[in-house]
């Protein structure tokens, strides 16, 4: 199995939300035949129903646990569709994919199948009293367990709470892509030495279809190169709309022996980004919270600053990193391939940018944007400020623009972790 295959089926069970319910439907069948032959081999009698009681008691539940998928799945759909509205389309393939949904799901339809299946089963002079113990205690905890259900899906959709598995997610992405702390001897990254480089390369053009570069196999492209003996160029970054025919690889020098048919196997496109690899594209989906908040429509300025939060946190997480360009040897130090990944001004300007330019206007959001730049300018290395002091210029030139009066400018000058409502004076 290739990589490319790989990552399609690990991506299809990850992201397809009727695999596990499906799964668990087969399982419960099984479940039931083990659970009728132990009630034959031992005999369990704690209970006494009659066969006709039996099977009008499961008749009844199973009837219920199909009222419960349909109700759970209907709320579900719901709420997506008025939390993508007032949030961000984004999310809702992360909705899906989120494992309390999958197994709340799965227990239910799991129960569902074990119950519908168990009434097949009541037939014969006696009922077997262990399959219908069975069958009531797994209705019964299906039922607590969609109480909570309910609670989860409502409160998991609520801004913050969707905010927050962002920052979760976009932190471990983050970790993955830039795996070691900011060097303080050297602080920046160190450019690619071209003159390093074989001076021979050759271009390996993209010739499927058009889509989003959403991840690469990385261990498999250094062996790759290894086996060739050669140095690889990943030319288009990861969330990168690339067309047929695009620059996809360099490979240093020309004329080496590298199968480009298994290069082209190792890299994975999509019609939208994801986060596997994308660590932008968390403080994507965190801006464009922000300003769905922001637009005329909605005017939920409150929400921008609980976005601006997160993306405060997250900023200076990254700004802790080495975000250096990818460079990977194999085991005796040669390099093997190269890659590109986001600098630190790309998330500065990510981050800020949009939500200056759509929220100036409020005031909330410039006293937000002043405090999570000055105390980011605060706490990390001085090789970090130059792009948070330029964005912090841009914030009071905005402000200047927008206010007329002299006290709404003071007023929106003032650093603020709250929007409005943490500070009346300029803190020392």
């Not at 390369?201 to 279809?209: D, P």
């Not at 695009?246 to 298994?262: K, Q």
């Amino acid at each position: 199995m290739t990589w490319l295959q790989r990552y399609r089926l690990r991506h299809f069970l990850q992201f397809s939300f009727w695999v596990a319910p499906v799964g668990c439907m087969v399982a419960a069948v099984i479940v039931r035949g083990a659970v009728l032959r132990l009630d034959q081999q031992t005999g369990w009698s704690w209970l006494d129903f009659t066969v006709d009681g039996a099977r009008e008691v499961l008749g009844g539940l199973a009837s219920s646990m199909l009222t419960f998928i349909v109700f759970a799945l209907s709320a579900l759909l719901l709420i997506v569709q008025l939390a993508s509205g007032q949030l961000t389309s984004r999310i809702i393939a992360l909705t899906f994919s989120v494992p309390m949904v999958k197994v709340s799901v799965s227990i239910f339809a799991f129960t569902y199948a074990f119950t519908l299946s168990a009434v097949g089963r009541i037939e014969g002079p006696h009922a077997p009293q262990l399959l219908v113990f069975v069958t009531l205690l797994s209705n019964v905890l299906s039922t607590a367990f969609f109480f909570w259900f309910v609670q989860q899906v409502g409160t998991n959709m609520r801004p913050i709470a969707v905010l927050q598995r962002l920052w979760e997610t976009g932190r471990a992405v983050i970790d993955s892509v830039y795996p070691h702390s900011l060097d303080v001897a050297t602080h920046l990254p160190s450019p690619i030495d071209v003159a390093a480089l074989p001076a021979s390369s050759r271009i390996i053009e993209h010739v499927g279809h058009s889509g989003t570069f959403l991840a690469f196999g990385l261990q498999e492209l250094v062996a790759a190169a290894q086996k060739a003996e050669c140095i690889i160029e990943l030319l288009p970054q990861v969330g990168d709309f690339v067309t047929r025919d695009d620059p996809l690889f360099r490979v240093y020098p020309a004329d080496s022996n590298v199968d480009e048919v298994a290069l082209r196997l190792m890299v994975a496109f999509g019609v939208e980004r994801t986060m596997e690899q994308d660590p932008g594209f968390a403080f994507r989906i965190m801006v464009d919270i922000a300003a769905r908040a922001l637009s005329p429509a909605i005017n939920d300025p409150t929400t921008a600053v609980l976005a601006l939060d997160q993306l405060h946190r997250l900023l200076r997480y990254v700004g802790l990193k080495q975000l250096d360009v990818g460079r990977v040897c194999d085991g005796q130090g040669k390099l093997r391939l190269l890659y590109y990944t986001p600098q630190w001004e790309d998330f500065v300007m990510l981050a800020v940018n949009e939500i200056r330019l759509f929220g100036a206007s409020s005031l909330q959001i410039p006293r937000r944007l002043q405090a999570l730049l000055e105390h980011l300018i605060a706490v990390l290395p001085e090789e970090r400020t130059p792009a948070l002091r330029q964005e912090l210029t841009l914030l009071h030139s905005a402000v200047a623009e927008g206010y007329r009066e002299a006290e709404d400018q003071r007023r929106a000058t003032i650093s603020d972790r709250q929007g409005v409502g943490g500070s009346s004076q300029p803190r020392t």
